[in-house]
């Protein structure tokens, strides 16, 4: 059971801005622990694509950027395109469950 | 560029015990600074993390899965491995390692291609 609440879908056109939500709660994201966003395209592994609240790894494209604020936090996607299509996932630290804990997800869709 | 591959068994019969090594290539487990975690994902879900170790030897897990799980390491062969007990179909998942960050609530920089662990008699 996930305790980092996502948005099942969301959708935009070729060159659109979308947003993804993580809302969490004070035992994670609002106990300060940073969150990490991970891209997993079809039938692979998880890729790191931005870790503590907004920083991105050695080559992840500037059009991925992070936020976060009180118990949510927040990936963006500017000048979306057709290769972004994926799921992504919201990560923290859970001090009341003493565990890593993951988003439920959100697939991206370009349409 | 560091890199970590997932080998063992794809299927186990209900009851016995799964049993994995990650194998990591790029980078000495034994040079110490991160921690090394395994992560599975059931079919069409979401992930789940199932512990770390340290390459000290120190180990963390999920306290949900804590009763079953059991994470080694060689620092000789640079791997480390998973042990999970008493399977069950709910425990049919695609399994993954990854490297942890540098500090405890680090990020997973690196990961394992995967590898599909079925639970079936």
């Known amino acids: 059971q996930s305790v980092l609440t996502q948005p099942p879908s969301v959708s935009g056109a070729p060159g659109q801005r979308v947003t993804i939500s993580c809302t969490g709660s004070?035992?994670?994201?609002?106990?300060?622990?940073?969150v990490h966003w991970y891209q997993q395209l079809p039938g692979t592994a998880p890729k790191l694509l931005i870790y503590?609240?907004?920083n991105r790894p050695s080559g992840v494209p500037d059009r991925f950027s992070g936020s976060k604020s009180g118990t949510s936090a927040s990936l963006a996607i500017t000048g979306l395109q057709a290769e972004d299509e994926a799921d992504y996932y919201c990560?923290?630290?859970?001090?009341?469950?003493?565990?890593?804990?993951f988003g439920t997800g959100t697939k991206v869709t370009v349409l | 560029q560091v890199q970590l591959q997932e080998s063992g068994p794809g299927l186990v019969k209900p009851s016995q015990t799964l049993s994995l090594t990650c194998t990591v290539s790029?980078?000495?487990?034994?040079?110490?600074?991160?921690?090394w975690s395994w992560i599975r994902q059931h079919p069409g879900k979401g992930l789940e993390w199932i512990g770390y170790?340290?390459?000290?030897?120190?180990?963390y897990y999920n306290p949900s899965l804590k009763s079953r799980v059991t994470i080694s390491v060689d620092t000789s062969k640079n791997q480390f491995s998973l042990k999970l007990s008493s399977v069950t179909a709910a425990d049919t998942a695609v399994y993954y390692c990854?490297?942890?960050?540098?500090?405890?609530?680090?990020?997973?920089?690196?990961w394992g291609q995967g590898t599909l662990v079925t639970v079936s008699s």
């Open positions: 990560q923290s630290y859970d001090s009341s469950l003493s565990r890593y804990v």
């Open positions: 004070s035992s994670n994201i609002g106990a300060g622990y940073d």
């Open positions: 503590g609240n907004s």
């Open positions: 990854a490297r942890g960050g540098a500090t405890i609530t680090g990020p997973f920089d690196y």
């Open positions: 790029g980078g000495s487990i034994s040079s110490g600074g991160y921690y």
């Open positions: 170790i340290y390459y000290s030897g120190s180990t």
